[in-house]
């Protein structure tokens, strides 16, 4: 009677290819061991080539045969249900957290209070330049809106980068406060023809460009999620 072949697939890792020849002429001529699991399986060799008997490997290796039309599955078991899973050899510990690193909630409030002490700033120096009336309820409404924003901020800050941060933040606020308040007092007093006369005036003295340079600087800041210290904050 002539031999036939079932082909196996493997859905896992396979130990090596099997297959099975069945013949009434042939006769087992050695037994196959797989390391690290007991028993065997029988093995007949033919013109050749080496078979080992499906059944009694799936026994023997803890795995599961699947008859289908046309097709045998041999599941193998997870590598570590034997406890041959490889060990992780890594020996990399977590990256610790970056100290200076701003949290994302309190870097989006802080660009908005940016935001708006510039918009503060730069609408009263374009109307004492321009020689505007101001009073002192026009510019509370961009004080309060600015002042309502780093309490937001402040609200924000979670962690100990953030907390820094949000000193250099008040300290501009204060700044700007300051700032714009010698400005009310000097356009009251008819003290900011000055201004007017003489384009950059405001703009070049010495609390105003500590005032835009701080901003600028907070602003990267913010942009970058990444506490840094400048002089021009303090």
């Given at each position: 009677?002539?031999a036939?072949?079932?082909?196996v697939?493997?859905?896992?890792?396979?130990?090596?290819?099997?297959?099975?020849?069945?013949?009434?002429?042939?006769q087992?001529?050695?037994?196959?061991?797989?390391?690290?699991?007991?028993g065997?399986?029988?093995?007949?060799?033919?013109?050749?080539?080496?078979?080992?008997?499906?059944?009694?490997?799936?026994?023997?290796?803890?795995?599961?045969?699947?008859?289908?039309?046309?097709?045998?599955?041999?599941?193998?078991p997870?590598?570590?249900?034997?406890?041959h899973?490889?060990?992780?050899?890594?020996?990399?510990?977590?990256?610790a957290?970056?100290?200076?690193?701003?949290?994302?909630?309190?870097?989006?409030?802080?660009?908005?209070?940016?935001?708006?002490?510039?918009?503060?700033a730069?609408?009263?120096?374009?109307?004492?330049?321009?020689?505007?009336?101001?009073?002192?309820?026009?510019?509370?409404?961009?004080?309060?809106?600015?002042?309502?924003?780093?309490?937001?901020a402040?609200?924000?800050s979670?962690?100990?980068?953030?907390?820094?941060?949000?000193?250099?933040?008040?300290?501009?606020?204060?700044?700007?406060?300051?700032?714009?308040?010698?400005?009310?007092?000097?356009?009251?007093?008819?003290?900011?023809?000055?201004y007017a006369?003489?384009?950059?005036?405001?703009?070049?003295?010495?609390?105003?460009?500590?005032?835009?340079?701080?901003?600028?600087?907070?602003?990267?800041?913010?942009?970058?999620?990444?506490?840094?210290?400048?002089?021009?904050?303090?």
């Amino acid at each position: 009677m002539s031999a036939f072949r079932t082909c196996v697939l493997f859905n896992i890792l396979p130990i090596f290819a099997v297959c099975t020849l069945l013949s009434q002429t042939e006769q087992p001529a050695k037994v196959l061991a797989v390391e690290g699991h007991p028993g065997h399986a029988e093995v007949i060799q033919n013109n050749g080539h080496t078979y080992v008997e499906l059944r009694s490997l799936a026994e023997m290796v803890g795995a599961s045969v699947t008859f289908r039309p046309g097709l045998i599955v041999l599941t193998l078991p997870p590598a570590n249900s034997h406890g041959h899973a490889p060990e992780s050899t890594s020996t990399s510990e977590p990256e610790a957290p970056d100290e200076h690193a701003l949290s994302r909630d309190f870097s989006r409030a802080g660009i908005e209070a940016v935001a708006t002490m510039r918009e503060w700033a730069s609408t009263l120096a374009y109307a004492i330049e321009n020689n505007y009336h101001v009073t002192d309820d026009w510019v509370a409404k961009y004080r309060e809106q600015a002042q309502y924003d780093v309490g937001l901020a402040s609200a924000a800050s979670s962690t100990d980068a953030d907390r820094k941060g949000l000193q250099l933040l008040t300290n501009e606020f204060d700044a700007v406060r300051v700032w714009s308040d010698n400005l009310v007092q000097a356009r009251k007093s008819m003290d900011t023809a000055k201004y007017a006369m003489a384009a950059g005036t405001l703009r070049n003295e010495e609390l105003s460009q500590k005032i835009i340079a701080c901003g600028h600087f907070l602003a990267s800041m913010f942009g970058g999620s990444s506490y840094k210290d400048d002089s021009s904050c303090h």
